[in-house]
């Protein structure tokens, strides 16, 4: 292990900025983590539907504070999207053929996940299994798709945003919240949001590389600034608690983004500048910097696949009966604690999908096995561990 992680860590550039990979490396786990921890599927008499602790247990509102790293990965993904751009731009290369570069990323791992859980929903139905059951594992499944969808949205629009000031989409964010809380508008309208929210940390991303960014200050102000307007909305405007969506609330902070939503990413993308020096040395070390780059090489099939991980090792758990922190309502300490025991059986099935899908997603077969491969980019030698997205 450690020879392996010395050739990565040789092999790595040394003016690649690990930071990039290490907090990118953050953003999908700390998603995978929150929902493995509040995403419930409570087994009643023939079917499943989804619970969540923080709908019994609102005091546990600030595991979402962890969890919710959606911010950050736009933040990373902007900033790798405007360096990516401009490079292209300078060897010549046309718009279109660098946006299908980046987009075949995206949305190549997808077409595995659509045609498993298109079988698998089929022969689910035709064993007569109960619709509700089927719809709820289908849609927990499916969920990370809009998320691809939003990404690569701000990806096909990164030459028209990578000179948008930040503050024009949050201005957006805050009228269109004006007009849903305080002027009683059609709840649709908060949809724009789902654009506008994200373009937040994406064009901070922007702001990162053409260098606004780099002083410590301007990550003070983030995290301050972000911190202090979240407190304010959640504390006197009425905005929930929770960063993540709650079963059965009226309101939900990130289904569409509310401004709450937003000013969290902003103060979470705060931190993570002021942390980049600190990840930077941490970085340095090899064992740190292989977990880092199989992290980052694993990313898409780590995001698209670990909802079917949990919702795999459940069904299976049902042959042994209602399992304590599985199948049961999450509605009190006992169940937390066992839910957190079944944390590495989530990632055991999870690293079976790795294994079944990964050289697929990738594009190449599975024989051939590198351990760092180069890019002609800004990125310049890339390793696979931390090819960006």
């Given at each position: 292990m450690r020879?392996?992680a010395q050739?990565?860590d040789t092999a790595t550039?040394?003016?690649?900025?690990?930071?990039?990979?290490?907090?990118r490396?953050?953003?999908?786990l700390?998603?995978v983590?929150?929902h493995?921890?509040?995403t419930?599927?409570v087994?009643d008499g023939?079917?499943l539907?989804?619970?969540?602790?923080l709908?019994?247990l609102?005091?546990?509102?600030p595991?979402?504070?962890?969890?919710q790293?959606?911010?950050?990965?736009?933040?990373?993904?902007?900033h790798v999207a405007?360096?990516s751009?401009?490079?292209a731009q300078?060897?010549?290369?046309?718009?279109?053929?660098w946006?299908?570069?980046r987009?075949?990323?995206?949305?190549k791992?997808?077409?595995?996940?659509?045609?498993?859980?298109?079988?698998?929903?089929?022969?689910?139905l035709?064993s007569?299994?109960?619709?509700?059951t089927?719809?709820?594992?289908a849609?927990?499944?499916l969920?990370p798709l809009w998320f691809?969808v939003?990404?690569a949205?701000?990806?096909?629009?990164?030459?028209?945003?990578t000179?948008?000031?930040p503050?024009?989409p949050?201005?957006?964010?805050l009228?269109?919240?004006l007009?849903?809380?305080g002027?009683?508008a059609?709840?649709g309208v908060?949809?724009?949001?789902?654009?506008?929210g994200?373009?937040?940390p994406?064009?901070?991303?922007?702001?990162?590389?053409?260098g606004?960014?780099d002083?410590p200050r301007a990550g003070?102000?983030l995290?301050i600034?972000?911190t202090a307007a979240?407190a304010?909305?959640?504390?006197?405007a009425?905005?929930?608690a929770?960063?993540?969506?709650?079963?059965g609330?009226s309101?939900?902070n990130l289904d569409p983004?509310?401004?709450?939503?937003?000013?969290f990413g902003?103060?979470?993308?705060?931190?993570?500048?002021?942390?980049?020096?600190?990840l930077?040395?941490?970085?340095r070390?090899?064992?740190?910097?292989a977990?880092?780059a199989?992290?980052?090489?694993?990313?898409?099939?780590?995001f698209?696949?670990?909802?079917?991980?949990?919702?795999?090792?459940?069904a299976?758990?049902?042959?042994?009966?209602?399992?304590?922190g599985?199948?049961?309502?999450p509605?009190?300490l006992t169940?937390?604690?066992a839910?957190?025991?079944?944390?590495?059986?989530f990632?055991?099935?999870?690293a079976v999908c790795w294994?079944?899908?990964?050289a697929?997603?990738?594009g190449?077969?599975r024989t051939r096995s590198?351990v760092v491969?180069t890019?002609p980019s800004?990125?310049r030698?890339?390793p696979?561990g931390a090819?960006h997205?």
């Open positions: 020879h392996l050739r990565i550039p040394p003016d690649r900025d690990r930071a990039v990979d290490a907090l490396a953050f953003a999908v700390g998603v983590l929150g493995w921890l509040v419930a599927l087994a023939g079917t539907h989804t619970s969540s602790p709908q019994h609102p005091w546990l509102a595991i979402s504070w962890a969890f790293t959606l911010a950050v990965f736009f933040l990373v993904g902007g405007t360096r751009y401009a490079t300078a060897m010549g290369t046309p718009y279109h053929r946006l299908a570069s987009l075949s990323r995206l949305f791992p997808v077409a595995a996940l659509l045609a498993l859980w298109a079988i698998a929903t089929t022969a689910l035709l007569g299994t109960d619709f509700t089927v719809h709820t594992l849609k927990l499944a969920s691809l939003v990404f949205a701000l990806t096909a629009a990164t030459p028209l945003v000179r948008l000031n503050l024009w949050l201005a957006v964010v009228h269109v919240d007009l849903r809380f002027f009683g059609p709840p908060g949809w724009v949001n789902l654009a506008a994200w373009l937040v994406y064009t901070l991303g922007a702001a990162w590389t053409r606004e960014l002083r003070w102000v995290f600034g972000g979240t304010g909305l959640v504390g006197w009425g905005y929930p929770s960063m993540v969506g709650v079963p609330a309101v939900s983004p509310t401004l709450a939503a937003v000013t902003l103060a979470q993308c705060g931190l993570a500048l002021l942390l980049r020096e600190r930077r040395r941490t970085m070390r090899p064992l740190a910097w977990a880092v199989f992290v980052n090489l694993s990313a898409m099939t780590i698209l696949w670990h909802q079917t991980a949990l919702m795999a090792t459940t299976t758990g049902l042959l042994l009966g209602h399992l304590p599985l199948h049961t309502p509605d009190g169940w937390i604690a839910r957190l025991l079944w944390l590495p059986a990632a055991l099935t999870l294994a079944a899908f990964h697929y997603e990738r190449r077969p590198r491969r890019h800004s990125d030698a890339t696979t090819r997205v």
